[in-house]
Structures are given as C-alpha cells and as structure tokens.
C-alpha cells in the first residue's frame, strides 16, 4: 500500500476523517514513518477540537436577547398564549397583587430623610448604563409598555404623547435607597436590572426593577 | 409540554399560529449553537449576540423563507447566521488578508518532525487552537465551526454554505491542514527546545 492509497483509504467512509485503521492500513503504519506521526497528529488535532468544543459547549446568547425576542414576538402576535388558559388566572391575579403592594411600598410606605432628587445624567453614566454598542439599544416605548414604573420622585410626569426613551440598566441595590427602601448592608453593592425611562431631554423620569 | 421533544419543524407550526411556548422552546434549543458559530466567525460577543437575534426574529417574519425540502431548520438558522456575519465581515474587510489563500492552492505539507500540542498544558492547547480557528480564513473557519465545533453533519453543511458535500470534506481537510501548520508556526521555540536536547553525548 503507497502512501496515497493509505490516505484515501482513510477518507473513504463519509464523515469519519480520524477513523481506526484497519489490518492493511496498519502494516502500512508500521512501515511507514511519516504517515504514522501524520496520522497520529491529525487525530491529536481531532481530539484537541473537541475539547474546544466541549469548552464551549454551555456558551449561549445573554438572557437579555430572549428578552427582546420575546417582546418581538408580542409585538407581532398579541398576548402570549398562556393568557388565554383559565388556570393561570389566579397565578397572574397573585403575581399582581404582589406588584401593586411592592409599588405602594416603594412610593408611600417609606419616606426617606432627605428630600429627594431627580438623578441626573452623569449619575444615570454612573449607573453603568449599558451603551447601544454593547447591544442594549435604547428604544422608543409605547404608552401600553410604560406599565409597571414608578415615577422618580420630583421627576417631571409624563404625557401620553410624549416623547420617551427606553433604557436597560444595571444599578448597585444600594441606589434603591433613593426610592426609599431599606437595603440591607451585605446586599448594598449586589446588581439589580432596571428599565430607566428618559424623557426627551434625557432627564430619568421612572424606574422599572426587573428583579 | 411533555413527552417526547417536538421537531424543530412541529415547533415551527405551532410559532406560526402564535404560540409563545413554542418559540422558547426552539430559540432555547437552538440559540446556543447560532451563538457560539457566530461568536468563532466573528471574534466578537457584541456582534455574535446581535446575529442572535437577527436569526431568530427572522424565523418571527411573515416571509421566513423556510423550505423543509432544502434541509433542517437547524441548518436555516444557520445559513441566516452565516449571511449575517459574511456581511458583517465584508462590511469591516475584518479578514481580507486572510482569504488570500484561495482553495486551489497547493495544501500545505503536515510538518511531522515536531509537535507544539503536546508541549503545552490543556488550556494552552485549547485557547491556541481557538486562536488557529479564528485566524482562519473564513471558507476554512466555518466548516471547521460548523462540522468540528458545532458537529452539523456534511449534507446540513453543504446546505448552509451552499455547495457540494465534496467541497465540504476538502475544505475541512484544507482546514485541518491549515491548523496544523499554524500551531508549528505559532510555537516554534517550544520546538526548539525539544529540537536541541541531546539524544547521545558526542566525544
């Protein structure tokens, strides 16, 4: 067996490049130096792509991008299909009473010392907003998206026909604080999620938490 | 849902008539994969995560040009991938110089005196080899993506990239040899090394 007809005896089953030799090729291997270490290294190869793979192989798209696909698909197909089943009536009916007692604990329940503020722009910078270039587009909402944010306190309110911008941001919990509630020390410089809207003048003008 | 997992394609039906659930389903199941092809064609997360979503939210549009008689929806989803990333590509000339090698030319002999992978530890072999994919040119990097990173089979890969199953295998070939020649290239003092330990004492 030439070198030639050992290597395309190599290649002929489909899709296995790497596959045992068998007897001929073998006696092939044994007399022949340079096909044995070629062969050995091609298999190394095989074996070291397939730890990359493995290495990669729990890599997937941030949350953040099911998020909009999923906002995407509401946009195109109305509510979600889980709406419309009965027994998830008292789920939702539960899950909102808890949002509406965590939004009267936030804007009446607790009022902090020191009067309140609008943040400014710098301080929404310094909440490490996420720019567009890392793929967190800002977003013109619509008044039925608005549901769910608390106004900042001293903010200016916003119209119906206003113009607002959409901002997904990560803050320190410590920044609730400002909105009056209690944060416990150990937890202060943990992250949470919020959607900041901005008004055209890009003044804060409500907060949404998402965790 | 329970039992036995949908197809790709029954979960396609069920998207098409509205149904959220099964959207999750398939855009979880598949993702991973679109992610991380997109992420090794294109060197970026920033941009692997955009084509993501580019992928998937043409799979939501009305003129969604599936055809199951063309191949697996997996396989679609790809070849959305891999148009959105060429573009990209083309849009940034990001690997110009490296298609310089055409397919034609002559396959570059397998150096077998030495081997860098067995100088370095596990880690080092596997972020160089990632390395020696993304510095491929991009014919080579995505059927070495596709096939060995992602294992889509040849016919799913010939579909993505639109040609023969034939060109498919000589491409990874070229691929493989291509890899090989780089990692000798990358780490030559480690061969070195090896190269000058004395076998026998001269007198």
């Known amino acids: 067996m030439t070198c030639e007809e050992f290597w395309n005896s190599l290649s002929r089953p489909p899709g296995a490049e790497f596959f045992e030799p068998g007897g001929e090729e073998r006696a092939h291997l044994l007399e022949c130096a340079a096909c044995d270490a070629r062969l050995a290294r091609q298999r190394e190869l095989a074996a070291g792509l397939r730890s990359l793979a493995d290495s990669y192989r729990g890599l997937k798209a941030p949350g953040r991008v099911e998020a909009r696909l999923i906002r995407a698909f509401h946009a195109q197909h109305g509510a979600p299909v889980g709406m419309n089943r009965p027994w998830l009536v008292p789920v939702w009916a539960a899950a909102a009473a808890l949002l509406l007692a965590a939004a009267l604990l936030l804007t009446t329940g607790r009022q902090p010392a020191a009067p309140h503020r609008t943040p400014t722009g710098l301080e929404l910078a310094s909440m490490d907003a996420v720019s567009a270039s890392d793929g967190f587009t800002a977003e013109t909402e619509t008044t039925e998206e608005r549901e769910g944010f608390i106004p900042l306190p001293n903010a200016e309110g916003i119209g119906p026909n206003d113009d607002v911008n959409l901002v997904r941001v990560e803050v320190p919990r410590s920044a609730l604080v400002a909105l009056g509630v209690d944060v416990n020390a150990d937890q202060a410089s943990d992250r949470v999620e919020a959607d900041v809207l901005l008004g055209s003048d890009g003044v804060a003008r409500a907060v949404r938490f998402l965790d | ?203």
């Open chain 2, 1 to 203: 849902m329970s039992g036995r997992p949908e197809s790709d394609e029954d979960l396609l039906m069920r998207i098409r008539s509205g149904d959220e659930e099964a959207f999750l389903w398939l855009y979880r199941r598949r993702q991973g994969a679109i992610y991380r092809f997109t992420l090794h064609m294109s060197g970026s997360a920033t941009v692997a995560e955009d084509i993501t979503q580019e992928v998937f939210l043409a799979l939501l549009r009305e003129e969604c040009g599936y055809d199951p008689d063309r191949g697996t929806l997996s396989g679609y989803l790809f070849g959305i991938a891999r148009k959105l990333v060429l573009r990209h590509l083309e849009r940034g000339r990001a690997d110009v110089q490296l298609e310089a090698g055409g397919e034609d030319s002559v396959l570059p002999e397998l150096a077998i005196a030495q081997d860098p992978l067995e100088h370095l530890t596990q880690h080092e072999r596997i972020e160089a080899l990632r390395r020696a994919v993304v510095t491929l040119p991009r014919r080579y990097r995505e059927v070495v993506v596709l096939c060995d990173l992602e294992e889509v089979d040849y016919a799913d890969a010939a579909v993505v990239l639109g040609c023969p199953i034939g060109t498919v295998r000589s491409r990874l070939h070229r691929a493989r040899a291509l890899l090989l020649e780089k990692l000798n290239r990358d780490w030559p003092k480690r061969a070195v090394v090896k190269e000058l330990k004395p076998a026998r004492v001269l007198i």
